[in-house]
């Protein structure tokens, strides 16, 4: 039931209302968690999208304890690399394979947006990619290079641009759904011939296998900030309860505030410091 899983969710924080899509009526946001239910499709059933960084692997087994009996629709796998060589060599195994396999590839270098931003994206190879107007392949690989990926979205600036990711990803066939319940991720990697291949070469490549962490670490003075804000919610309340201010009052004053010359503007402190784990 829809509420058992929003129940589940919470563990990983308060959820947002989002616009939901693909017939689902509602769509709750817990960050690395999606769940979608009502409407059309959730006749069917409800469907979660769990996804993000460190802490997928345990939400993953979490949601497997909540839910044994659950059909994955799509399964994604990825292993990272460090090494200026990384790149061009997991590509070489991939154009083998392609070959050997008989399978279509596809070279993106430095993809743009719409409006021309992130020129230095980096490269990216797909290996059996998704055709225009046609289902997902049952098994795809993607490999593009992290680290310039992070850096052109921002997310990290100073993500090492010899970072590599090599993704596995699995579209099941409908029959097939509940086998992967429970299946390891070695298990995924393994599950095609062609897949096999791939990675039974990737331990021949100098390029150093990599366990990289985008953890978000909190700054002391974000902590200091929140807590600043707990303490004067009484006064907050006081100024909405008697009329001092309403809210786009009070934002615009936060905002002078945080502008004055006197504040030095953001502080490098505050900026997004993320950890990596070799």
Not at 179 to 198: C, E, K
Not at 206 to 230: D, F, G, H, Y
Not at 239 to 258: S, V
Request: glycine content about 6%; aromatic content about 10%; hydrophobic content about 35%.
């Amino acid at each position: 039931e829809p509420v058992q899983a929003l129940r589940w969710g919470q563990f990983l924080g308060e959820s947002v209302p989002v616009k939901p899509r693909n017939s689902y009526e509602f769509c709750h946001d817990f960050s690395q968690a999606m769940v979608f239910h009502g409407g059309e499709s959730g006749k069917f059933g409800i469907h979660v999208k769990i996804s993000g960084g460190d802490a997928c692997p345990a939400i993953v087994e979490s949601f497997r304890a909540e839910f044994p009996s659950h059909r994955p629709s799509r399964v994604d796998v990825f292993v990272d690399f460090r090494g200026e060589k990384a790149y061009n060599e997991i590509r070489s195994i991939l154009k083998s394979a392609s070959r050997k396999f008989e399978i279509p590839s596809q070279e993106i270098a430095n993809p743009l947006t719409p409006d021309g931003s992130w020129p230095e994206r980096g490269r990216t190879l797909y290996v059996n990619p998704r055709q225009k107007g046609k289902e997902a392949p049952v098994y795809m690989c993607r490999l593009y290079e992290k680290g310039h990926q992070m850096r052109a979205l921002k997310h990290i600036p100073d993500a090492p641009l010899d970072w590599v990711r090599l993704e596995f990803e699995m579209h099941p066939p409908k029959h097939t759904r509940h086998q992967l319940a429970d299946m390891s991720p070695d298990d995924v990697a393994h599950s095609s011939r062609w897949w096999r291949y791939v990675v039974k070469r990737l331990g021949t490549i100098s390029a150093q296998r990599v366990m990289m962490s985008t953890r978000r670490i909190k700054p002391e003075v974000v902590s200091s900030l929140e807590n600043m804000c707990a303490q004067y919610s009484g006064v907050i309340a006081e100024a909405k309860r008697d009329q001092w201010m309403n809210k786009d009052e009070y934002m615009q004053a936060m905002e002078d505030l945080w502008n004055r010359e006197c504040f030095g503007g953001l502080p490098a402190s505050i900026r997004r410091n993320y950890i990596f784990q070799a």
